[in-house]
């Protein structure tokens, strides 16, 4: 007797189906998570073609982040919680008394008024971007905390409850101007 060496096949035209039902239903319900960033606006073209104008140092805070994540402020070695309160003693110091609103140290060293206040962020090339985050983050509350105070005393509401042109008013007495660069 002979035995014939058939072997038994499997269909498997219907597998690249079945394959691509799973892709398709593993595509459709998954989560995909949105991207965050940083809510900032860019600036307005010029209006009156002075905005590229020299600033004066003093009216500059230089806030560096080396390739180490270290912060530095105007070359002092800081610790990420101290930011913010430097910011707000930085901005908010009246130093030539023209601010009326302004409860500053009047320093000599510190800027002349919130309006003139420059922040300059430079971070090196190797700098995380989760501390470039964290940096960005103790600049908005400094800001925030600034605003929230003139709101509650000059304007006597909560910044919640401030109308758009309210707003716009308190924007423009506390105005967040800030420089970034990318060091070597």
């Known amino acids: 007797m002979r035995h014939s060496k058939l072997v038994p096949s499997v269909n498997a035209g219907s597998m690249a189906d079945i394959a ?3 892709l398709i239903f593993f595509l459709v319900t998954a989560t ?8 900032r606006m860019l600036p307005a073209v010029c209006p009156t073609g002075d905005c590229g104008g020299i600033v004066a140092e003093r009216n500059i805070l230089l806030i560096n982040i080396n390739n180490d994540n270290e912060i530095m402020v105007n070359k ?3 610790q990420l919680e ?12 009246n130093g030539d008394n023209s601010c009326s609103y302004c409860y500053g140290t009047k320093n000599k060293d510190l800027s002349v008024n919130p309006q003139k206040a420059v922040i300059s962020l430079q971070f ?13 983050n103790e600049m908005s509350k400094a800001f925030y905390e600034l605003r929230s105070l003139y709101s ?22 506390y105005p967040f101007v800030i420089s970034e660069a990318n060091t070597l």
């Open 20 to 22: 691509f039902l799973l």
């Open 32 to 39: 995909i998570s949105s991207d965050q960033g940083i809510n």
């Open 76 to 78: 002092d070695l800081i």
């Open 82 to 93: 101290e930011l913010k309160e430097k910011v707000k003693l930085f901005v908010d110091n």
């Open 124 to 136: 090196g090339k190797k700098t995380d971007y989760k501390t470039f985050i964290h940096v960005q």
């Open 152 to 173: 509650s005393k000059i304007l006597n509401k909560s910044i919640d409850q401030l109308s758009n042109a309210e707003q716009e008013i308190v924007k423009k007495a």
